[in-house]
């Protein structure tokens, strides 16, 4: 299915999955499709290995929370963030390292306090490696942390790979 990219969200200079300045990072970038799903793409490397050649479940499931996590900012004009309160995930397939990766993330249920979403890491060949759900509580940035965004570099970065459409 073609799902057409109509805006990126931000990265950092140093979270482990969107810092583009973190050198053991993923560097993920992430896309809001036209129905409000956000699609990550990331190249899993030699770092990021559990058994040879192999993503490890560690990182597979923080790219699944961030992405998850992530895609309630799509629904709203101001920022909303989450912190997480549960997150499943069942691992289905072993996945492979220096290959671009998909990712799905959708929100699946909301109140005023807590979301609810689902997401799959979709591997080269379409396959789903892995799923999650996830439950998130929607909190103040100022109450999470000291956040200041010029010294974070929090900001979309537009890069000339950055797609029109992705397929999944």
């Not at 965004?149 to 537009?158: F, G, M, P």
Request: net charge negative.
């Amino acid at each position: 299915m073609l799902h057409k990219i109509v805006n990126k969200q931000q990265n950092s200079k140093m979270c482990f999955v969107c810092g583009l300045k973190n050198t053991m990072g993923i560097h993920a970038h992430f896309y809001v499709t036209e129905n409000k799903e956000l699609i990550a793409l990331f190249t899993p490397s030699e770092e990021h290995q559990s058994y040879p050649g192999r993503l490890h479940g560690g990182v597979a499931s923080a790219i699944l929370d961030e992405t998850i996590g992530r895609a309630i900012m799509n629904r709203y004009d101001e920022e909303i963030w989450g912190v997480t309160i549960e997150l499943n995930v069942k691992y289905k397939k072993p996945i492979p390292l220096n290959e671009q990766l998909k990712v799905i993330g959708r929100i699946t249920n909301e109140n005023n306090r807590v979301f609810e979403g689902t997401g799959e890491i979709v591997l080269p060949n379409g396959e789903i490696a892995v799923t999650a759900s996830g439950k998130y509580l929607k909190v103040p940035l100022e109450r999470i942390t000291e956040f200041n965004r010029e010294e974070n570099e929090w900001r979309v970065v537009k890069t000339e790979s950055d797609p029109d459409s992705i397929e999944i």
